[in-house]
């Protein structure tokens, strides 16, 4: 199987790509970087439908994981319209192109379970017959283009699965992200590095986290098994609080600490 994986050089790609090839499957990435790397790679601005056709022509993909796109939701609000243009522009070219070119391949658009909004009020994780009520620029783009990869499937009728991922942790983690950045200050204390002051966001807040190289697995299934046109939450199922997980790290860190929370 020839698996195509766009925004192969981020978090989730790379994870995604060594998931593949130690599964066996012929792997092709793409990013806006030219790096070299040890699977076929071919730098490619997504949001230009002519370097994304180049791309397909180029990699014939049997699947595609569309990965790709601006991850970040503070980033979001700094910057709403490219994470637009990223998000949901470069998604429609896509599904254009497949049409266009006749490929025959199967599609898994990874949207956020933030398109839910905020947590809800009755204590009981998401189903994916909630409401879509996206709050960031990030969590709308990828509401709609989700929208849209539902749409593909009724017409022109592509073989598209959506699946709506949970929060995800592992190696390489950005430190824009709250659990490694409590790591980098954590590590950085232990060091000397840093005075013992830790500085965070709202502790307060309730997040499920699953690990990346498990959510790689899922995806994988998905394209195997998900049914074309279908959503899926993907998740734990396990809450955990993120004062609860700051303290776990702490401990396991032997240190003291002042922290230091910011609450908007």
Known sequence: MRCLVTGSTGFVGSHLISTLQNQGYEVFGTGRRKIVCHYPY????LTNHHEFKALLEWSRPEWIFHVAGQPNPAVSFRDPHATWATNFSATQILFDLVWEMKLSCRILYLSTGLVYGDANNTGLPFDESDPLMPASPYASSKAAAEMLA???TRFPGLDVVRVRPFNQIGPNQSTDYAIPNF???IAAIKKGAQPPILRT???NSIRDFTDVRDMCEAYIKLL??????EVYNA???????????LHRLINMAQILVEIVETVD
């Open 235 to 245: 998740a734990s199922g396990q809450t955990y609080l993120m004062r609860d997980i």
């Open 224 to 229: 195997k098994f998900g049914k074309t046109g």
């Open 42 to 45: 071919l730098a490619a601005e």
């Open 183 to 185: 790591a980098r200050q």
């Open 201 to 203: 966001g709202n502790l």
């Open 150 to 152: 539902y749409q593909s």
